[in-house]
């Protein structure tokens, strides 16, 4: 008698997996609790953000002491961790109207946590092309463009200026207005 048997492998255990959440709205960095057990967040007090443009992936380097330009690591009594780190999500453009569950990994080499599977809203993400540009009001942007604001609201609205939004305040590159009016001179 023969058998051709064929073996079984359970997949990956998802308790083996770790996440963090990304809150709407509030911009709070939440590790879960065993992603907090895992790699030591709670140890830490700090930690530097790091984003790959070309990925969307965001580090996050864990640090003992606070060092200039930092975020702070709050502790939960649930056992997890968190990052306010809102100014940070906004200046890449990952968008916060849904709170989202990323993958965190530890980095073997750097030491830097990984964190896959953001969303970034590429109608809010500015940067001119040489790397910088000078931040305006829609007041100065309406100045410019020689409108009111409404205006100026009406077309980041519809997608033909695009702006960066720095908490509550929108702001908008100067090489952007700059572009927007030599594309409606064409």
């Not at 931040?135 to 410019?144: G, V, Y």
Request: net charge neutral.
């Amino acid at each position: 008698m023969s058998f051709s048997f064929e073996k079984f492998q359970k997949p990956d255990d998802p308790r083996d997996q770790h996440f963090a959440s990304i809150r709407k709205n509030s911009g709070y960095l939440q590790f879960t609790k065993s992603a907090a057990v895992e790699f030591c967040i709670c140890q830490h007090e700090y930690a530097f953000l790091y984003w790959d443009r070309e990925q969307s992936v965001m580090g996050v380097e864990l640090l003992y002491s606070e060092s200039r330009g930092a975020f702070e690591i709050h502790k939960c009594p649930n056992g997890t961790a968190a990052i306010r780190c809102k100014p940070f999500f906004e200046a890449h453009g990952v968008c916060l109207n849904n709170s989202i569950r990323v993958s965190v990994e530890k980095d073997d080499d750097s030491g830097v946590l990984v964190l896959r599977g953001i969303q970034v809203d590429e109608k809010s993400t500015v940067i001119a092309e040489d790397g910088h540009s000078e931040l305006i009001t829609e007041k100065e942007a309406a100045r410019l463009l020689g409108c009111c604001e409404r205006s100026v609201y009406m077309l980041r609205k519809d997608g033909k200026i695009r702006c960066v939004k720095i908490g509550t305040a929108v702001r908008y590159a100067r090489s952007e207005v700059d572009r927007f009016v030599k594309d409606e001179m064409k």
